[in-house]
T-cell receptor, first 111, second 115 residues
Framework: GENVEQHPSTLSVQEGDSAVIKCTYS??????FPWYKQELGKGPQLIID?????GEKKDQRIAVTLNKTAKHFSLHITETQPEDSAVYFC??????????FGTGTSLTVIP | GAGVSQTPSNKVTEKGKYVELRCDPI?????LYWYRQSLGQGPEFLIY????????DSGLPNDRFFAVRPEGSVSTLKIQRTERGDSAVYLC?????????????FGEGSRLTVL
């Protein structure tokens, strides 16, 4: 099956700085890559996604890039704010039905 | 409510007991998923329903785990003869159900502790 690796496991940044989280996947058939944000005691919530026919996607302060050849994708958060503090998970899917998640990155934004 | 609802939010049980966890998906969502999340880990796929049938149950760890969705809406995850290693947060998610539509809507999870 698909194997998704994510790093770093923890990340601390100063408010206003950028944060980057990276993921790699193993199955070249994967074609859908969502990113989820999980706050304490809550379920994960989708923040951005990208499909394999696109190299980059932006939504305000959040962007995701995808390199299909290298089988890696990254989440970029600019102008970080304290409310961005949470655990972020990347995921990969082949069918759009079964999703394989990374192990998560705990992001702390220091005011 | 508008979101995915899971009950109970917390369940403490003794080793060897039987447990049921319930998920009420978003109305109209045909796809329903169960994931298990251990501390410090990402969600681990257990089973996926499309309508009433289990379309993919390859993530269920063993035959102590079983899930049903008899009317294509509410689902129950059943764990028999619980073991301490079953302790985790069990997440339910639903989606509109068309392949590659993307977004999973997660509930807040049921935290299971097996003593």
């Amino acid at each position: 099956g698909e194997n998704v690796e994510q790093h770093p496991s923890t990340l601390s940044v100063q408010e206003g700085d950028s944060a980057v989280i990276k993921c790699t996947y193993s199955d070249s058939a994967s074609n859908y890559f969502p990113w989820y944000k999980q706050e304490l005691g809550k379920g994960p919530q989708l923040i951005i996604d990208i499909r394999s026919n696109v190299g980059e996607k932006k939504d305000q302060r959040i962007a995701v890039t995808l390199n299909k050849t290298a089988k890696h994708f990254s989440l970029h958060i600019t102008e970080t704010q304290p409310e961005d503090s949470a655990v972020y998970f990347c995921a990969a899917s082949i069918t759009g039905n079964q999703f394989y998640f990374g192990t998560g990155t705990s992001l702390t934004v220091i005011p | 409510g508008a979101g995915v609802s899971q009950t109970p939010s917390n369940k403490v049980t003794e080793k060897g007991k039987y447990v049921e966890l319930r998920c009420d998906p978003i109305s109209g969502h045909t796809a329903l998923y169960w994931y298990r999340q251990s501390l410090g880990q990402g969600p681990e796929f257990l089973i996926y329903f499309q309508g009433t049938g289990a379309a993919d149950d390859s993530g269920l760890p063993n035959d102590r785990f079983f899930a049903v969705r008899p009317e294509g809406s509410v689902s129950t995850l059943k764990i028999q003869r619980t073991e301490r290693g079953d302790s985790a947060v069990y997440l339910c998610a639903s989606s509109r159900g068309t392949a590659n539509t993307g977004e999973l809507f997660f509930g807040e999870g049921s935290r299971l502790t097996v003593l």
